[in-house]
Protein backbone atom coordinates (compact mmCIF):
# COMPACT_ATOMS: atom_id res chain seq x y z
CA UNK A 1 0.00 0.00 0.00
CA UNK A 2 1.10 3.12 -1.08
CA UNK A 3 1.75 6.12 1.74
CA UNK A 4 0.52 9.23 2.24
CA UNK A 5 1.41 12.20 2.75
CA UNK A 6 -0.40 14.61 5.17
CA UNK A 7 -2.33 17.73 3.57
CA UNK A 8 -4.42 20.17 4.29
CA UNK A 9 -7.53 18.19 4.13
CA UNK A 10 -6.53 15.83 6.52
CA UNK A 11 -6.93 18.87 8.94
CA UNK A 12 -9.74 19.36 11.35
CA UNK A 13 -10.30 22.98 11.44
CA UNK A 14 -13.02 22.50 14.67
CA UNK A 15 -9.72 22.42 16.82
CA UNK A 16 -8.92 25.92 15.68
CA UNK A 17 -11.93 26.63 17.81
CA UNK A 18 -11.09 25.31 21.27
CA UNK A 19 -10.65 28.37 23.52
CA UNK A 20 -7.00 27.28 24.55
CA UNK A 21 -5.88 27.91 21.00
CA UNK A 22 -4.07 31.13 20.46
CA UNK A 23 -3.51 31.26 16.43
CA UNK A 24 -6.95 33.57 15.61
CA UNK A 25 -6.28 36.85 14.13
CA UNK A 26 -9.84 38.03 14.73
CA UNK A 27 -12.47 38.32 17.74
CA UNK A 28 -16.21 39.12 17.17
CA UNK A 29 -18.14 40.75 19.42
CA UNK A 30 -21.78 40.21 20.01
CA UNK A 31 -23.53 43.52 20.53
CA UNK A 32 -27.47 43.48 21.32
CA UNK A 33 -29.85 46.36 20.88
CA UNK A 34 -28.88 48.22 24.19
CA UNK A 35 -24.89 48.07 23.91
CA UNK A 36 -24.62 45.09 26.33
CA UNK A 37 -22.11 42.86 25.01
CA UNK A 38 -23.61 39.01 24.64
CA UNK A 39 -20.20 37.28 24.09
CA UNK A 40 -17.36 36.81 21.69
CA UNK A 41 -16.64 34.56 19.17
CA UNK A 42 -12.64 34.13 17.58
CA UNK A 43 -12.12 33.30 14.28
CA UNK A 44 -9.25 33.12 11.67
CA UNK A 45 -9.24 36.50 8.74
CA UNK A 46 -8.27 33.97 6.07
CA UNK A 47 -10.15 30.85 6.60
CA UNK A 48 -13.06 33.58 6.54
CA UNK A 49 -11.63 35.03 3.54
CA UNK A 50 -12.05 31.91 1.27
CA UNK A 51 -15.53 31.53 2.18
CA UNK A 52 -16.99 34.94 2.40
CA UNK A 53 -16.43 38.46 -0.16
CA UNK A 54 -17.83 40.93 2.54
CA UNK A 55 -15.11 39.19 4.87
CA UNK A 56 -12.41 39.48 2.93
CA UNK A 57 -13.08 43.32 1.30
CA UNK A 58 -13.34 44.32 5.14
CA UNK A 59 -10.49 42.76 6.23
CA UNK A 60 -8.67 43.99 3.49
CA UNK A 61 -9.44 47.36 4.45
CA UNK A 62 -8.29 46.91 8.11
CA UNK A 63 -4.73 47.15 9.67
CA UNK A 64 -2.44 43.58 9.66
CA UNK A 65 -2.46 41.92 12.74
CA UNK A 66 -5.68 41.04 15.72
CA UNK A 67 -8.55 43.21 14.89
CA UNK A 68 -12.07 43.25 16.68
CA UNK A 69 -15.12 43.41 15.02
CA UNK A 70 -18.49 44.36 16.77
CA UNK A 71 -21.31 42.28 15.35
CA UNK A 72 -24.98 44.24 16.40
CA UNK A 73 -28.24 42.77 15.36
CA UNK A 74 -28.19 38.57 15.67
CA UNK A 75 -27.61 36.54 18.77
CA UNK A 76 -24.70 35.50 19.89
CA UNK A 77 -26.18 31.71 19.43
CA UNK A 78 -26.61 32.25 15.73
CA UNK A 79 -23.47 33.68 15.08
CA UNK A 80 -21.55 31.10 16.85
CA UNK A 81 -23.63 28.63 15.05
CA UNK A 82 -22.52 29.70 12.07
CA UNK A 83 -18.76 29.85 12.35
CA UNK A 84 -19.09 25.90 13.77
CA UNK A 85 -20.59 25.16 10.46
CA UNK A 86 -17.93 27.40 8.38
CA UNK A 87 -15.13 25.27 10.52
CA UNK A 88 -16.57 21.79 10.33
CA UNK A 89 -19.59 21.48 7.60
CA UNK A 90 -21.82 19.59 10.34
CA UNK A 91 -25.47 20.93 9.29
CA UNK A 92 -26.52 19.00 12.38
CA UNK A 93 -25.03 22.19 13.92
CA UNK A 94 -27.96 24.39 11.71
CA UNK A 95 -31.11 21.77 11.65
CA UNK A 96 -30.85 20.96 15.83
CA UNK A 97 -31.84 24.57 16.31
CA UNK A 98 -35.11 25.09 17.80
CA UNK A 99 -35.44 28.82 18.24
CA UNK A 100 -37.29 30.02 15.18
CA UNK A 101 -35.36 33.83 16.00
CA UNK A 102 -32.48 31.70 15.83
CA UNK A 103 -32.83 30.49 12.01
CA UNK A 104 -34.30 34.12 10.81
CA UNK A 105 -30.55 35.37 12.30
CA UNK A 106 -28.63 32.69 9.99
CA UNK A 107 -30.82 33.50 7.48
CA UNK A 108 -29.78 37.24 7.56
CA UNK A 109 -26.03 36.57 8.48
CA UNK A 110 -25.72 34.27 5.36
CA UNK A 111 -27.40 37.18 3.17
CA UNK A 112 -25.00 39.55 4.69
CA UNK A 113 -22.13 37.81 3.94
CA UNK A 114 -22.74 36.23 0.68
CA UNK A 115 -21.95 32.96 1.64
CA UNK A 116 -22.77 30.48 -1.33
CA UNK A 117 -25.79 28.32 -0.39
CA UNK A 118 -26.38 29.32 3.08
CA UNK A 119 -30.29 31.06 2.27
CA UNK A 120 -31.09 27.49 0.44
CA UNK A 121 -30.03 25.39 3.22
CA UNK A 122 -31.73 27.73 5.67
CA UNK A 123 -35.06 26.90 3.95
CA UNK A 124 -34.67 23.30 3.98
CA UNK A 125 -34.20 23.60 7.68
CA UNK A 126 -37.41 25.62 7.98
CA UNK A 127 -39.28 23.62 5.32
CA UNK A 128 -38.54 20.63 8.00
CA UNK A 129 -39.21 22.62 11.12
CA UNK A 130 -42.16 20.96 13.13
CA UNK A 131 -44.99 22.82 14.74
CA UNK A 132 -46.79 21.61 17.71
CA UNK A 133 -48.82 22.87 20.69
CA UNK A 134 -45.70 24.22 22.65
CA UNK A 135 -43.83 26.44 19.97
CA UNK A 136 -46.83 27.28 16.89
CA UNK A 137 -47.42 30.29 19.25
CA UNK A 138 -43.79 31.13 19.27
CA UNK A 139 -43.65 30.72 15.56
CA UNK A 140 -46.17 33.10 14.81
CA UNK A 141 -44.85 35.69 16.47
CA UNK A 142 -41.59 35.38 14.62
CA UNK A 143 -43.84 35.71 11.51
CA UNK A 144 -45.26 38.73 12.54
CA UNK A 145 -42.22 40.47 13.56
CA UNK A 146 -40.67 39.61 10.29
CA UNK A 147 -43.40 39.60 7.83
CA UNK A 148 -43.01 43.29 6.86
CA UNK A 149 -38.87 42.35 5.69
CA UNK A 150 -38.02 41.68 2.20
CA UNK A 151 -35.56 39.44 2.71
CA UNK A 152 -37.60 37.26 5.17
CA UNK A 153 -40.39 36.79 2.93
CA UNK A 154 -40.25 33.64 1.81
CA UNK A 155 -39.14 32.00 5.04
CA UNK A 156 -42.34 33.86 6.29
CA UNK A 157 -44.57 32.24 3.88
CA UNK A 158 -43.34 28.42 4.66
CA UNK A 159 -44.03 29.29 8.11
CA UNK A 160 -47.48 29.84 7.52
CA UNK A 161 -48.21 27.22 5.33
CA UNK A 162 -46.72 25.06 8.20
CA UNK A 163 -48.90 26.76 10.83
CA UNK A 164 -51.83 26.52 8.61
CA UNK A 165 -51.58 22.76 8.52
CA UNK A 166 -51.26 22.92 12.37
CA UNK A 167 -54.32 25.00 12.70
CA UNK A 168 -56.55 22.58 10.25
CA UNK A 169 -56.11 19.58 12.52
CA UNK A 170 -57.93 21.88 15.43
CA UNK A 171 -61.59 21.62 15.80
CA UNK A 172 -61.87 25.66 16.14
CA UNK A 173 -60.43 28.72 16.49
CA UNK A 174 -61.23 29.49 19.40
CA UNK A 175 -59.37 27.03 21.64
CA UNK A 176 -56.07 28.76 20.33
CA UNK A 177 -57.50 32.58 20.41
CA UNK A 178 -57.98 31.98 24.43
CA UNK A 179 -54.83 30.67 24.14
CA UNK A 180 -53.31 34.30 22.82
CA UNK A 181 -55.38 36.00 24.88
CA UNK A 182 -54.59 34.33 27.89
CA UNK A 183 -50.68 36.01 27.42
CA UNK A 184 -52.11 39.53 27.74
CA UNK A 185 -50.66 40.67 24.22
CA UNK A 186 -53.75 42.59 22.84
CA UNK A 187 -51.46 43.52 19.42
CA UNK A 188 -50.64 39.98 18.98
CA UNK A 189 -53.41 38.84 19.65
CA UNK A 190 -55.77 41.31 17.24
CA UNK A 191 -52.56 40.20 14.52
CA UNK A 192 -53.20 36.60 14.61
CA UNK A 193 -57.27 36.88 14.78
CA UNK A 194 -57.36 38.91 11.59
CA UNK A 195 -54.72 36.47 10.09
CA UNK A 196 -56.89 33.19 10.70
CA UNK A 197 -59.97 34.89 9.44
CA UNK A 198 -58.29 34.88 6.30
CA UNK A 199 -56.72 31.77 5.82
CA UNK A 200 -60.13 30.24 7.44
CA UNK A 201 -62.63 32.33 5.36
CA UNK A 202 -60.16 31.33 2.08
CA UNK A 203 -60.36 27.55 2.86
CA UNK A 204 -63.23 26.88 4.76
CA UNK A 205 -65.86 29.50 3.07
CA UNK A 206 -67.05 30.59 6.74
CA UNK A 207 -68.07 33.93 6.01
CA UNK A 208 -71.20 34.31 7.80
CA UNK A 209 -69.31 32.93 10.81
CA UNK A 210 -66.43 35.34 10.68
CA UNK A 211 -69.67 38.47 10.13
CA UNK A 212 -70.93 37.15 13.53
CA UNK A 213 -67.54 36.73 15.60
CA UNK A 214 -66.89 40.26 14.07
CA UNK A 215 -69.95 41.94 15.30
CA UNK A 216 -69.34 40.11 18.37
CA UNK A 217 -65.87 41.49 19.17
CA UNK A 218 -66.32 45.37 17.58
CA UNK A 219 -66.57 46.90 20.76
CA UNK A 220 -63.83 44.52 22.48
CA UNK A 221 -61.46 45.50 19.53
CA UNK A 222 -62.01 49.65 20.09
CA UNK A 223 -61.32 48.86 24.05
CA UNK A 224 -58.16 46.91 22.62
CA UNK A 225 -57.20 50.06 20.46
CA UNK A 226 -57.61 52.79 23.33
CA UNK A 227 -55.59 50.23 25.44
CA UNK A 228 -52.49 49.70 23.13
CA UNK A 229 -52.58 53.57 22.33
CA UNK A 230 -51.82 53.88 26.38
CA UNK A 231 -49.51 51.20 25.68
CA UNK A 232 -47.93 53.18 23.44
CA UNK A 233 -48.28 56.68 25.06
CA UNK A 234 -45.84 54.66 27.59
CA UNK A 235 -43.58 53.47 25.15
CA UNK A 236 -43.29 57.31 23.96
CA UNK A 237 -42.76 58.52 27.46
CA UNK A 238 -40.03 55.65 28.01
CA UNK A 239 -37.96 56.58 24.92
CA UNK A 240 -38.36 60.44 25.98
CA UNK A 241 -37.00 59.98 28.80
CA UNK A 242 -34.21 57.64 26.86
CA UNK A 243 -33.36 60.70 24.80
CA UNK A 244 -33.16 62.92 27.91
CA UNK A 245 -30.62 60.60 28.67
CA UNK A 246 -28.76 60.30 26.01
CA UNK A 247 -29.22 64.53 25.32
CA UNK A 248 -27.19 64.56 29.06
CA UNK A 249 -25.04 62.25 27.87
CA UNK A 250 -24.09 64.74 24.88
CA UNK A 251 -24.31 67.77 27.16
CA UNK A 252 -21.35 66.05 29.10
CA UNK A 253 -19.21 64.72 25.94
CA UNK A 254 -19.49 68.49 24.31
CA UNK A 255 -18.29 70.17 27.88
CA UNK A 256 -15.50 67.89 27.40
CA UNK A 257 -14.88 68.56 23.79
CA UNK A 258 -14.63 71.82 25.42
CA UNK A 259 -12.30 71.57 27.65
CA UNK A 260 -10.17 69.47 25.12
CA UNK A 261 -10.60 72.59 22.47
CA UNK A 262 -9.57 75.02 25.41
CA UNK A 263 -6.67 72.72 26.48
CA UNK A 264 -6.00 72.33 22.47
CA UNK A 265 -5.53 76.46 22.51
CA UNK A 266 -3.46 76.87 25.23
CA UNK A 267 -0.76 74.44 23.49
CA UNK A 268 -1.14 76.19 20.50
CA UNK A 269 0.04 79.28 22.74
CA UNK A 270 2.50 77.57 24.09
CA UNK A 271 3.89 76.40 21.28
CA UNK A 272 3.43 80.00 19.62
CA UNK A 273 5.65 81.26 22.48
CA UNK A 274 8.24 78.40 21.86
CA UNK A 275 8.01 79.05 18.23
CA UNK A 276 8.61 82.75 19.04
CA UNK A 277 11.65 82.01 20.93
CA UNK A 278 13.10 79.39 18.49
CA UNK A 279 12.89 82.52 15.75
CA UNK A 280 14.47 84.90 18.18
CA UNK A 281 17.56 82.17 18.79
CA UNK A 282 17.86 81.51 14.99
CA UNK A 283 18.11 84.92 14.64
CA UNK A 284 20.96 85.31 17.23
CA UNK A 285 22.62 82.41 16.09
CA UNK A 286 22.53 84.13 12.22
CA UNK A 287 23.94 87.43 13.62
CA UNK A 288 26.56 84.95 15.21
CA UNK A 289 27.09 82.89 12.31
CA UNK A 290 27.87 86.43 10.43
CA UNK A 291 30.63 87.45 12.64
CA UNK A 292 31.97 84.16 12.84
CA UNK A 293 32.32 84.23 8.69
CA UNK A 294 34.16 87.69 8.86
CA UNK A 295 36.47 86.47 11.28
CA UNK A 296 37.15 83.33 8.95
CA UNK A 297 37.46 85.78 6.00
CA UNK A 298 40.13 87.52 8.31
CA UNK A 299 41.26 84.28 9.34
CA UNK A 300 42.03 83.24 5.61
CA UNK A 301 43.97 86.27 4.73
CA UNK A 302 45.99 85.57 7.55
CA UNK A 303 46.29 82.11 6.77
CA UNK A 304 47.59 83.08 3.09
CA UNK A 305 50.21 85.02 4.44
CA UNK A 306 50.91 82.35 6.66
CA UNK A 307 51.62 80.14 3.98
CA UNK A 308 54.20 82.36 1.95
CA UNK A 309 55.56 82.51 5.15
CA UNK A 310 55.35 78.32 5.52
CA UNK A 311 57.17 78.04 1.79
CA UNK A 312 59.95 79.90 3.25
CA UNK A 313 60.04 78.33 6.39
CA UNK A 314 59.97 74.57 5.33
CA UNK A 315 63.31 74.89 3.76
CA UNK A 316 64.45 75.74 7.26
CA UNK A 317 62.72 73.22 8.92
CA UNK A 318 63.90 70.10 8.18
CA UNK A 319 63.57 68.64 11.81
CA UNK A 320 59.66 69.49 11.87
CA UNK A 321 59.60 66.05 9.62
CA UNK A 322 61.34 64.30 12.22
CA UNK A 323 58.98 65.42 15.00
CA UNK A 324 56.01 64.09 13.21
CA UNK A 325 55.02 62.05 15.95
CA UNK A 326 54.86 64.64 18.48
CA UNK A 327 53.03 66.69 15.67
CA UNK A 328 50.04 64.25 16.29
CA UNK A 329 49.91 64.17 20.14
CA UNK A 330 49.67 68.00 19.59
CA UNK A 331 47.14 67.23 16.88
CA UNK A 332 44.90 65.27 19.69
CA UNK A 333 45.72 67.78 22.23
CA UNK A 334 44.25 70.42 19.85
CA UNK A 335 41.26 68.19 19.21
CA UNK A 336 40.51 68.20 23.04
CA UNK A 337 40.66 71.98 22.87
CA UNK A 338 38.09 71.90 20.02
CA UNK A 339 35.49 70.64 21.59
CA UNK A 340 36.01 73.17 24.61
CA UNK A 341 35.77 75.67 21.82
CA UNK A 342 32.40 74.21 20.76
CA UNK A 343 31.49 74.52 24.16
CA UNK A 344 31.64 78.10 24.44
CA UNK A 345 32.12 80.84 22.39
CA UNK A 346 33.42 83.52 24.82
CA UNK A 347 36.03 80.87 25.24
CA UNK A 348 37.00 80.89 21.64
CA UNK A 349 37.18 84.28 21.98
CA UNK A 350 39.91 84.41 24.52
CA UNK A 351 41.49 81.74 22.65
CA UNK A 352 41.74 83.28 19.70
CA UNK A 353 43.59 86.76 21.99
CA UNK A 354 46.00 84.10 23.32
CA UNK A 355 46.62 82.73 19.62
CA UNK A 356 47.54 86.52 18.10
CA UNK A 357 49.74 86.86 21.56
CA UNK A 358 51.55 83.61 20.04
CA UNK A 359 51.66 84.50 16.94
CA UNK A 360 53.51 87.29 17.83
CA UNK A 361 55.81 85.34 20.24
CA UNK A 362 56.39 83.25 16.73
CA UNK A 363 57.44 86.22 15.43
CA UNK A 364 60.50 86.26 17.69
CA UNK A 365 61.30 82.55 17.15
CA UNK A 366 61.32 80.10 14.39
CA UNK A 367 60.27 77.00 15.89
CA UNK A 368 57.44 78.69 18.17
CA UNK A 369 56.11 80.09 14.76
CA UNK A 370 56.36 77.00 13.05
CA UNK A 371 54.63 75.21 16.02
CA UNK A 372 52.05 78.06 16.02
CA UNK A 373 51.18 77.66 12.31
CA UNK A 374 50.78 74.03 12.72
CA UNK A 375 48.24 75.32 15.56
CA UNK A 376 46.40 77.86 13.45
CA UNK A 377 45.88 75.60 10.52
CA UNK A 378 44.78 72.82 12.73
CA UNK A 379 42.06 75.39 14.45
CA UNK A 380 41.21 76.72 10.67
CA UNK A 381 40.52 73.16 9.84
CA UNK A 382 38.82 73.13 13.48
CA UNK A 383 36.53 75.83 12.67
CA UNK A 384 35.30 75.20 9.61
CA UNK A 385 34.45 71.79 10.89
CA UNK A 386 32.31 74.04 13.29
CA UNK A 387 30.55 76.36 10.76
CA UNK A 388 29.10 73.21 8.79
CA UNK A 389 28.00 71.83 12.07
CA UNK A 390 26.06 74.91 12.81
CA UNK A 391 25.03 74.95 9.27
CA UNK A 392 23.84 71.51 9.48
CA UNK A 393 21.90 72.49 13.21
CA UNK A 394 20.38 75.12 11.59
CA UNK A 395 18.79 73.43 8.31
CA UNK A 396 17.70 70.72 11.29
CA UNK A 397 15.90 73.68 12.90
CA UNK A 398 14.62 74.99 9.93
CA UNK A 399 12.77 71.42 9.31
CA UNK A 400 11.63 71.52 12.32
CA UNK A 401 10.12 75.31 12.58
CA UNK A 402 8.61 73.95 8.83
CA UNK A 403 6.87 70.38 11.26
CA UNK A 404 5.82 72.84 13.97
CA UNK A 405 4.05 75.20 11.20
CA UNK A 406 2.54 71.59 9.43
CA UNK A 407 1.32 70.46 13.22
CA UNK A 408 -0.22 73.85 13.74
CA UNK A 409 -2.03 73.96 11.07
CA UNK A 410 -3.27 70.34 11.26
CA UNK A 411 -4.64 70.96 14.76
CA UNK A 412 -6.02 74.36 13.41
CA UNK A 413 -8.10 72.06 11.07
CA UNK A 414 -8.97 69.73 13.08
CA UNK A 415 -10.04 71.77 15.75
CA UNK A 416 -12.51 74.05 12.65
CA UNK A 417 -14.02 70.15 12.03
CA UNK A 418 -14.49 69.54 15.56
CA UNK A 419 -16.87 72.69 15.84
CA UNK A 420 -18.69 72.00 12.41
CA UNK A 421 -19.27 68.55 14.18
CA UNK A 422 -20.58 70.19 17.72
CA UNK A 423 -22.69 72.26 15.02
CA UNK A 424 -24.35 69.95 13.23
CA UNK A 425 -25.11 67.91 17.18
CA UNK A 426 -27.11 70.56 18.19
CA UNK A 427 -28.81 71.14 14.92
CA UNK A 428 -29.91 67.32 15.41
CA UNK A 429 -30.59 67.71 18.84
CA UNK A 430 -32.61 70.74 18.22
CA UNK A 431 -34.14 68.55 14.89
CA UNK A 432 -35.18 65.91 17.61
CA UNK A 433 -36.65 67.69 20.13
CA UNK A 434 -39.48 69.20 17.05
CA UNK A 435 -40.38 65.68 15.79
CA UNK A 436 -41.11 64.37 19.73
CA UNK A 437 -43.24 67.68 20.28
CA UNK A 438 -44.99 67.02 16.82
CA UNK A 439 -45.54 62.98 18.05
CA UNK A 440 -46.84 64.32 20.96
CA UNK A 441 -49.53 66.36 19.83
CA UNK A 442 -50.41 63.93 17.48
CA UNK A 443 -50.38 61.25 19.63
CA UNK A 444 -53.04 63.95 21.86
CA UNK A 445 -55.41 64.28 19.14
CA UNK A 446 -55.86 60.86 18.31
CA UNK A 447 -56.41 60.21 21.43
CA UNK A 448 -59.41 62.49 21.81
CA UNK A 449 -60.27 61.46 18.36
CA UNK A 450 -60.89 58.23 19.39
CA UNK A 451 -62.69 58.87 22.64
CA UNK A 452 -64.72 60.91 20.80
CA UNK A 453 -65.51 57.90 17.77
CA UNK A 454 -66.45 55.90 20.85
CA UNK A 455 -69.01 58.35 21.78
CA UNK A 456 -70.01 58.74 18.57
CA UNK A 457 -70.84 54.78 18.18
CA UNK A 458 -72.94 54.73 21.50
CA UNK A 459 -75.21 57.67 20.21
CA UNK A 460 -75.39 55.99 16.79
CA UNK A 461 -76.73 52.51 18.83
CA UNK A 462 -79.22 54.56 20.57
CA UNK A 463 -80.16 56.60 17.44
CA UNK A 464 -80.54 53.55 15.33
CA UNK A 465 -84.15 52.24 16.70
CA UNK A 466 -85.49 55.64 15.48
CA UNK A 467 -88.28 56.03 12.65
CA UNK A 468 -89.99 58.58 10.85
CA UNK A 469 -93.82 58.20 11.49
CA UNK A 470 -94.85 61.32 9.56
CA UNK A 471 -92.60 62.22 6.59
CA UNK A 472 -92.21 65.82 5.24
CA UNK A 473 -90.42 68.12 2.54
CA UNK A 474 -87.15 68.75 3.25
CA UNK A 475 -87.67 71.88 0.91
CA UNK A 476 -91.74 72.42 0.45
CA UNK A 477 -92.48 71.00 3.66
CA UNK A 478 -95.22 68.97 2.08
CA UNK A 479 -96.89 66.21 3.79
CA UNK A 480 -99.04 63.04 3.36
CA UNK A 481 -96.07 61.78 0.88
CA UNK A 482 -95.35 58.03 1.35
CA UNK A 483 -92.07 57.18 2.61
CA UNK A 484 -90.66 55.63 -0.22
CA UNK A 485 -91.67 58.14 -2.93
CA UNK A 486 -90.24 61.06 -0.35
CA UNK A 487 -86.58 61.37 -2.17
CA UNK A 488 -88.36 61.19 -6.01
CA UNK A 489 -90.66 63.80 -4.31
CA UNK A 490 -87.70 66.13 -3.36
CA UNK A 491 -86.22 65.48 -7.21
CA UNK A 492 -88.79 67.17 -8.16
CA UNK A 493 -88.72 69.60 -5.22
CA UNK A 494 -87.74 73.37 -6.66
CA UNK A 495 -86.69 74.34 -3.40
CA UNK A 496 -83.62 72.01 -2.86
CA UNK A 497 -80.68 72.43 -5.11
CA UNK A 498 -78.85 68.91 -6.52
CA UNK A 499 -75.11 69.60 -6.89
CA UNK A 500 -74.09 67.64 -9.63
CA UNK A 501 -70.58 66.99 -7.93
CA UNK A 502 -69.82 63.69 -6.13
CA UNK A 503 -69.56 63.69 -2.53
CA UNK A 504 -65.91 61.74 -1.31
CA UNK A 505 -65.81 59.95 2.05
CA UNK A 506 -63.44 61.33 4.58
CA UNK A 507 -62.78 64.96 2.23
CA UNK A 508 -63.71 68.09 3.61
CA UNK A 509 -66.49 69.87 1.58
CA UNK A 510 -67.14 73.91 2.12
CA UNK A 511 -71.07 74.73 3.17
CA UNK A 512 -72.50 77.23 0.99
CA UNK A 513 -74.12 79.40 3.44
CA UNK A 514 -76.05 80.71 0.08
CA UNK A 515 -78.07 77.51 -0.43
CA UNK A 516 -80.12 76.09 2.65
CA UNK A 517 -80.83 72.77 1.15
CA UNK A 518 -79.12 71.21 -1.29
CA UNK A 519 -78.28 67.44 -1.70
CA UNK A 520 -75.07 65.32 -3.11
CA UNK A 521 -74.43 62.02 -4.34
CA UNK A 522 -71.19 60.22 -2.94
CA UNK A 523 -68.82 58.73 -5.31
CA UNK A 524 -69.54 55.13 -6.60
CA UNK A 525 -72.51 54.30 -4.78
CA UNK A 526 -76.27 54.76 -4.60
CA UNK A 527 -76.25 57.12 -1.46
CA UNK A 528 -77.70 60.67 -1.52
CA UNK A 529 -77.13 63.38 1.34
CA UNK A 530 -79.26 66.40 1.90
CA UNK A 531 -78.06 69.33 3.40
CA UNK A 532 -80.58 71.71 5.51
CA UNK A 533 -80.01 74.64 7.08
CA UNK A 534 -82.89 76.61 8.76
CA UNK A 535 -83.32 80.44 8.85
CA UNK A 536 -84.22 81.11 11.91
CA UNK A 537 -81.34 80.07 14.48
CA UNK A 538 -79.02 78.08 11.18
CA UNK A 539 -79.83 74.40 12.65
CA UNK A 540 -77.12 72.61 10.64
CA UNK A 541 -78.39 68.72 9.85
CA UNK A 542 -77.65 66.05 6.95
CA UNK A 543 -80.16 63.32 5.94
CA UNK A 544 -79.47 60.34 4.20
CA UNK A 545 -81.81 58.15 1.26
CA UNK A 546 -79.97 55.23 -0.02
CA UNK A 547 -81.96 53.68 -3.13
CA UNK A 548 -81.37 50.41 -2.55
CA UNK A 549 -81.70 48.64 0.51
CA UNK A 550 -78.74 48.73 2.79
CA UNK A 551 -77.59 48.88 6.40
CA UNK A 552 -74.65 51.46 6.05
CA UNK A 553 -74.40 54.28 9.03
CA UNK A 554 -73.43 57.65 7.75
CA UNK A 555 -71.93 59.97 10.41
CA UNK A 556 -70.61 63.92 9.62
CA UNK A 557 -68.06 66.14 11.57
CA UNK A 558 -68.66 69.38 10.91
CA UNK A 559 -65.88 71.97 11.80
CA UNK A 560 -65.63 76.06 12.32
CA UNK A 561 -62.31 77.16 11.25
CA UNK A 562 -61.10 80.81 11.72
CA UNK A 563 -58.31 82.49 10.15
CA UNK A 564 -55.17 84.00 11.55
CA UNK A 565 -53.41 84.59 8.44
CA UNK A 566 -52.90 83.60 4.94
CA UNK A 567 -51.22 80.79 6.22
CA UNK A 568 -52.71 79.12 9.26
CA UNK A 569 -55.94 78.94 10.60
CA UNK A 570 -57.22 77.38 13.83
CA UNK A 571 -60.18 75.06 14.84
CA UNK A 572 -63.27 76.61 16.63
CA UNK A 573 -65.21 74.18 17.06
CA UNK A 574 -65.22 70.53 16.14
CA UNK A 575 -68.54 68.10 16.18
CA UNK A 576 -69.76 65.13 14.85
CA UNK A 577 -73.23 64.00 14.42
CA UNK A 578 -75.06 60.89 12.94
CA UNK A 579 -76.93 61.60 9.44
CA UNK A 580 -80.95 61.79 9.95
CA UNK A 581 -83.60 59.39 8.26
CA UNK A 582 -85.24 60.80 4.72
CA UNK A 583 -88.15 62.59 5.84
CA UNK A 584 -87.58 63.71 9.48
CA UNK A 585 -89.47 66.71 10.86
CA UNK A 586 -87.04 69.31 12.05
CA UNK A 587 -87.98 69.06 15.54
CA UNK A 588 -87.50 65.30 15.54
CA UNK A 589 -84.35 66.29 13.94
CA UNK A 590 -83.52 68.31 16.74
CA UNK A 591 -85.28 66.25 19.89
CA UNK A 592 -82.94 62.79 18.47
CA UNK A 593 -79.62 65.09 18.59
CA UNK A 594 -79.28 65.04 14.71
CA UNK A 595 -78.88 68.60 14.45
CA UNK A 596 -75.86 70.81 15.32
CA UNK A 597 -76.08 74.94 15.88
CA UNK A 598 -74.16 76.79 13.89
CA UNK A 599 -74.21 80.77 14.29
CA UNK A 600 -74.99 83.29 11.98
CA UNK A 601 -71.73 84.89 11.98
CA UNK A 602 -69.96 81.98 11.61
CA UNK A 603 -71.65 81.19 9.03
CA UNK A 604 -71.12 84.51 7.36
CA UNK A 605 -67.74 85.16 8.36
CA UNK A 606 -65.73 82.00 8.92
CA UNK A 607 -64.93 78.75 6.74
CA UNK A 608 -67.20 75.86 7.78
CA UNK A 609 -66.54 72.86 7.06
CA UNK A 610 -68.44 68.93 6.80
CA UNK A 611 -66.77 65.44 6.63
CA UNK A 612 -68.48 62.83 5.57
CA UNK A 613 -67.48 58.78 7.34
CA UNK A 614 -68.88 55.46 7.19
CA UNK A 615 -70.01 53.94 10.53
Excluded at 329 to 343: H, M
Excluded at 465 to 492: A, Q, R, T, W
Aim: hydrophobic share 30%; aromatic share 8%; glycine share 2%.
Amino acid sequence: MKSKMINIKDFDFHDLLDSTSNLHDVEFKIIDENFQELGTVRSHKFLLSLLSPVLKKMFSSREEGSIVVEITGPSFISFQTLIQFLYTGDESVITDISSIDDLFDLYYLGDKYELRGARNLIKEVVSSFKINQENWIHVLKGIKKYENTFLFEDLCNILQDQVQGYLKGCPSSDEYLDDIQESDDTDFYSWVKNWIQKWRRSDTGLQEADRKYSQESELKDLKILIQNMKYQHEELIQTTQQKDKRIEELELKHEELIQTTQQKTKRIEELELKQEELIQTTQQNDKRIEELELKQEELIQTTQQKDKRIEELELKHEELIQTTQQKTKRIEELELKQEELIQTTQQNDKRIEELKLKQEELIQTTQQKDKRIEELELKHEELIQTTEQKDKRIEELELKHEELIQTTQQKDKRIEELELYQNDLQHDLQTKDRKIQNLESQHEEFIKNTEQKLRMMKEIKGKADFKVVYPVCLGCSGSNIPLENMFEHMKSCKFIEFDESHLKLNTEVMVNADYHNIAYKLEESRDWFIIKIRNDNKVFYIMHHSEEETKNVFYYNIKYYSWKNVDDKDIIKSVTVRCAPMGILPKDAVHNNFTTNIPIKVLLEEDVKFTMYKA
